[in-house]
């Protein structure tokens, strides 16, 4: 048996484990949507890293710089810096005053069918997409590692679903922040161990490692050349260039903190203090590792080089050929697990968040409208939906195959995240006027906005774009916010100021906020 | 111990202690938000519109757009730390609005 398919196997017994452990140990809804709300603060930070760094992060951002230096690490930048708008307005009050799902927090003081209703319809959009995204990088990346084995790009996709399934209709919450902590330790580890074999490269030298990635060289258009890959604007030229740089922050800053699989994992810490500790913790982890992709991309450029990787496997195959030149098949095989991990521990995040929210936004309260329907039928709808959502993403994934473009999918999540999500939540927490056909508005604005604008963007479109920027923030976040408020003050519903002081009490004190569930 | 009945949401509040957390919150985190935004945000800015300034070479070979990119790092992790340290205060003054539930309705609230 060959050693990536070895190491992958070793994964996966391990997280199967887990989620048997899981499975035994969880009963009713607390403990399958919110694994209890017992996970403490550290172990949170961590499995916040995990759910946030996707193949996006390991895989995607390490081909950016290593191809168009720079403008590649501007994504690293946004990502973190994104955490403070987590930590500074979204987190503690989301915990305080929700249960289970991010429309939660938006049903507090408004009409709870439709906008639960909105809010599940945004919820699955970003899920579905981003799982989409995350599974045809599985597919890819397995069918080219494995190409020898005989396991094909279809069979890949299959077993990723498969697995995610398993850990989210047995395991619920519990098992799923258990692998993210497995595999945030595996990343964290990976990344580090290549990043010291980068500097050993180069003697340990920073001046010596800089002086390289200033001086890169490789071919364009058939000529040879040789480029510093500190220069900004190698991806992002004139005329649109600076706008869309700024497109691209405002929706990394603003949508992370409307991502709802992000959000739930809120709930699993017993009060707002730990949920703030647990986004430090996220912070100083997922900080460490996009200061890391400095030596991940850059030394892809200087070590493997730009022309080796586009001719042997592609700009998402930097990180483990880089794995490969300096550590040899071996290393190349644990980079590669890392990077199947990585992608499982997201997916798993994905379909509970995207099956919480279809089962308690969706069916106990709009369908049934949120009468008690036992608890464990929640939980049992939960199942059937991770069922069905995780078939779906695999068909989808198997339909769209391995060209599918990978970045307009996380784009498009993270645009509507920002664009529809958050208007919505901070307007509920911070303005008392606002009401029910406000946040309909803002969520369907920012959803529509958003695929529009994607849609004629060149990265749909190529050059025959109507919209001339890869990213739609900079027009679909003032759009969602701008509805919100035209909507709000267009409706005479002012029945949303009545709780306004309890949510405002209960969001910032946390009286009678959700209690972790006894042991 | 919390009390059975359910808080009395206007009159916490209207109370003194609870408008007195509000306002060290927002005095934390209005400024806060809008620094962290104008310092994120002048680092595309400044690429996108000034690229010649910031390839400007200020440390060796690293030039300004990669110095102030990881400065960003910096400033996330310093301000989280600020905010932490602060949090604790709104936390004690959140325990003094919490237990003003738990008292017996006193003359303050006839």
Redo the contacts between chains.
Sequence with gaps: MNVPLFIFLAFVALTLAITAWAARRSSGAASYFAAGRRITGWQNGLAVAGDYMSAASFLGIAGLIAFNG?DG??Y???W??A???V???VAEPLRNAGKYTMADILAYRLSPRPVRAMAALATLTVSTFYMIAQMVGAGALVSLLLKDSGITYSTAVGAVGLLMIVYVVFGGMLATTWVQIVKAILLMGGTLLLSILVLSHFGFSF?AF??A??HVRYTLNGVPVEQ?F????LK?KPPY???D??S??MAL?FGTAGLPHILIRFYTVPDA?TA??S??WA??II?AF??MTTFLGFGAATIVGRDFIASNGGINMSAPLLAQFLGGDTFFAFISAVAFATILAVVAGLTISASSSFSHDFWTNVVHHGSERGPYEEVRVARITAFVVGIVAIVLAIALGPGANVAFLVGLAFSVAASANLPAIVLSIFWKRFNTAGAVAALGAGLASSIGLILISPGVRGPAAIFPLENPGILSIPIGFAAAVIATLASNDRSSEI?F??L???G?????AEKPTPH | MSSHRPPDWERLAATPQFRHLLRAKAAFVVPATLFFCAYYFSLPLLVGYFPEFMSRKILGPLNIAYVFALSQFVMAWILAFLYTRAARRFDAMAREVVALNDLPKGPTAQ
Aim: net charge positive.
């Design positions: 720079y690490f501007m690293s930048v946004g973190l810096v955490y403070l708008t930590l500074l307005i001046a800089f002086d990635v200033t510093d500190l220069t900004p604007g992002y260039g600076a706008l740089l700024i691209l922050g800053i203090r703030r500790v986004v430090v912070m100083a900080g996009y200061v709780k002081a309890e405002q009490v209960r910032n004190t946390g009286l009678g």
